[in-house]
């Protein structure tokens, strides 16, 4: 009887937190879509990029963008070069 209680306790300690953890990366970030580059860099002052391995098309910039794909297509009507980078700054 003490084993099979220590093998549920055991896999219920190693099922457990996978099963509760499944929607935790998609609800940290709220997709807002912001009306100009002056709202967004408020919140975000390098702007959004599309991923990480974007690359900036225009000169040199003064922040990091904050790297969301979900983010960056609700804002692409401000990435004007059209560089995966929206409002870069």
């Not at 190693?14 to 100009?36: C, D, F, Q, R, W």
Request: hydrophobic share 30%; glycine share 10%; with cysteine.
């Amino acid at each position: 009887m003490k084993k099979v209680f220590v093998a549920v306790l055991s896999l219920g300690l190693i099922i457990g937190p996978t099963i509760g953890s499944t929607g935790v990366a998609e609800a940290k970030e709220k997709v807002v879509t912001y009306k100009n580059c002056t709202e967004l860099n408020k919140v975000y002052k390098g702007g959004v990029a599309r991923s990480s391995s974007t690359k900036n098309k225009g000169g040199k910039t003064k922040y990091k963008p904050h790297v969301s794909k979900a983010l960056y297509e609700a804002n692409k009507k401000s990435d004007r070069d059209k560089d995966g980078i929206a409002c870069e700054k």
